[in-house]
């Protein structure tokens, strides 16, 4: 289509109209000559009445710089990119390994093993113990129901449904009250985590006093009058970090998993190349 119709054109997918950049020339100058003007996300219908435009993901304009800033900045100091941050992944697999024995057990039956629960439980415990300074139990009946709602929360809007939902919001805007409380009463993921982190909402000056994260990081911040930060926007933002950690996280490793049984051979590579660098680290200072 670029050589009918040049580096920029229109096409229509459904009931919207997309702009399409090719070529590296066109992509530079957009996204990284006019970043600003490129940083927004497209406009879904479901995830904008949902969302509220507070958070992260569909935050706009100022709105999500300050988020956006909060986040990295808190993030960072919780040790996003140094060593504190393996410190929190070794502790956890600390508490993977307590279930091996399980694991072994099943593989020697010549059972099938399931990943998913296990991995977003571990990559969820990571989280929450940057959120709140401490880790569930992986029985927890709350931490279980948490995990497993974030799951169906990601399947459900990476389902058709939400495009037939977005199109009747279009079409019929005035039937949307009715269609949105329907998706509140009837999705429990959406209704459970709002719940769940609302619990902290209430429980701010325990929140202050005993919990470490970025949960009482945020609290401080709405303590001095700023006014995005308040409970809506910290829903939002928990909520954000969840579905952009847990899910991408736990499915690349379960994809790494896969291809180190389909090709033994890197397996047994990466295996001496962890040993190494263990035992490297153990040597050092």
Do not use: C
């Amino acid at each position: 289509l670029s050589e009918t119709y040049g580096p920029v054109f229109t096409v229509q997918l459904g009931m919207r109209k997309v702009v399409v950049l090719s070529g590296y020339d066109t992509v530079k100058e957009a996204l990284v000559n006019h970043a600003d003007a490129f940083a927004g996300r497209p406009k879904i219908p479901i995830l904008e009445k949902t969302g509220k435009g507070k958070g992260l993901i569909f935050a706009r304009g100022e709105h999500w710089k300050v988020m956006r800033r909060f986040t990295l900045t808190t993030l960072r100091d919780f040790g996003m990119g140094k060593k504190a941050i393996e410190d929190h992944v070794v502790e956890e697999y600390g508490y993977l390994t307590l279930i091996e024995e399980k694991s072994r057990r099943q593989l020697q039956d010549r059972k099938p093993l399931e990943m998913t629960q296990l991995m977003n439980s571990a990559i969820a415990n990571v989280i929450v113990s940057i959120l709140i300074g401490k880790r569930f139990d992986y029985e927890d009946p709350t931490f279980k129901r948490l995990v497993s709602l974030m799951d169906e929360n990601m399947k459900l809007f990476g389902s058709p449904s939400v495009s037939v939902i977005d199109i009747v919001i279009i079409v019929l805007p005035k039937a949307f009250p009715q269609i949105f409380l329907l998706l509140y009463t009837f999705n429990p993921s959406l209704t459970f985590v709002y719940e769940f982190f609302s619990l902290f909402s209430k429980m701010k000056k325990f929140v202050l006093e005993y919990l470490t994260g970025i949960i009482a990081l945020f609290f401080q911040e709405n303590g001095k009058g700023n006014t995005f930060f308040d409970n809506e926007n910290l829903i939002e933002v928990v909520r954000n970090l969840f579905i952009a950690g847990m899910d991408t996280t736990a499915t690349t490793l379960r994809w790494g998993l896969l291809l180190m049984m389909k090709y033994p051979e890197i397996q047994s590579k990466w295996k001496l190349g962890i040993q190494w660098l263990s035992s490297h680290q153990l040597a050092l200072p």
